[in-house]
């Protein structure tokens, strides 16, 4: 783990990376390692002000290419203002989400067409591309059990899109890692909580000690 790593967590709805990320933060910070913790849609003022069109409501009020152009916009600022200033600030970054979540959940998923993604993705995001991606996997079913039993926030627009929408989800997300071994690595988001984290640990090459 070198500082100014970007790391990012992707996955379906309910498999635990929030939590994850917050406790990877957590752990890097009491090694004495600059980290920001962030989100998306999210991590400055208007990518918050864009979650709450994008994250509540009804499924079907924006085309998975509406979603896209709003993703790309929010992330466009996230990039410019927050995450590229940190790295060059040698402060690691991890991100609940990034430019993987979009080719999944509007691209894979959603049927927005390739071309556009691809070109949002080179706009908003340059080379400021992750170094690491954990991608947790689950059964959909598992992971909307789960997100039904989280407080509610308002924030279940995508839950909304129904089980195929998910298993679509799995599929693209499991295609990422087939595609780009490299950089994102599996985890298996059934086990519990420490097991998960432990995983994730030995991912980024820390001898876990929990």
Same mark, same amino acid.
């Given at each position: 783990?070198?500082?100014?790593?970007?790391?990012?967590?992707?996955?379906?709805?309910?498999?635990?990376?929030?939590?994850?990320?917050?406790?990877?933060?957590?752990?890097?910070?009491?090694?004495?390692?600059?980290?920001?913790?962030?989100?998306?849609?999210?991590?400055?003022?208007?990518?918050?002000?864009?979650?709450?069109?994008?994250?509540?409501?009804?499924?079907?009020?924006?085309?998975?290419?509406?979603?896209?152009?709003?993703?790309?916009?929010?992330?466009?600022?996230?990039?410019?203002?927050?995450?590229?200033?940190?790295?060059?600030?040698?402060?690691?970054?991890?991100?609940?989400? &990034?430019?993987?979540? *979009? =080719?999944?959940?509007? !691209?894979?998923?959603?049927?927005? @067409?390739? #071309?556009?993604?691809?070109?949002?993705?080179?706009?908003?995001?340059?080379?400021?591309?992750?170094?690491?991606?954990?991608?947790?996997?689950?059964?959909?079913?598992?992971?909307?059990?789960?997100?039904?039993?989280?407080?509610?926030?308002?924030?279940?627009?995508?839950?909304?899109?129904? &089980?195929?929408?998910? *298993? =679509?989800?799995?599929? !693209?997300?499991?295609?990422?890692? @087939?595609? #780009?071994?490299?950089?994102?690595?599996?985890?298996?988001?059934?086990?519990?909580?420490?097991?998960?984290?432990?995983?994730?640990?030995?991912?980024?090459?820390?001898?876990?000690?929990?």
């Amino acid at each position: 783990m070198k500082p100014g790593a970007f790391i990012t967590f992707e996955g379906g709805e309910g498999t635990g990376k929030s939590t994850q990320a917050a406790r990877l933060a957590e752990h890097l910070r009491a090694m004495g390692q600059n980290t920001l913790l962030t989100r998306e849609p999210g991590g400055t003022p208007q990518g918050e002000s864009l979650r709450r069109v994008l994250v509540s409501g009804d499924p079907a009020q924006w085309s998975a290419a509406s979603e896209a152009m709003l993703m790309a916009a929010a992330r466009e600022v996230h990039v410019r203002t927050v995450i590229a200033p940190a790295l060059q600030a040698s402060t690691t970054v991890i991100c609940d989400r &990034f430019m993987d979540s *979009t =080719r999944v959940y509007q !691209g894979h998923a959603g049927g927005a @067409a390739p #071309e556009l993604i691809a070109v949002l993705e080179r706009a908003a995001v340059g080379d400021c591309l992750p170094d690491l991606t954990l991608v947790f996997d689950l059964a959909p079913e598992a992971g909307l059990a789960r997100a039904r039993l989280r407080p509610d926030t308002g924030e279940d627009r995508f839950e909304q899109k129904g &089980f195929a929408f998910h *298993t =679509r989800l799995r599929e !693209g997300f499991r295609n990422l890692v @087939a595609a #780009e071994p490299g950089r994102c690595k599996l985890i298996d988001a059934s086990q519990t909580p420490d097991q998960v984290f432990r995983q994730i640990l030995h991912t980024i090459g820390i001898v876990p000690h929990v």
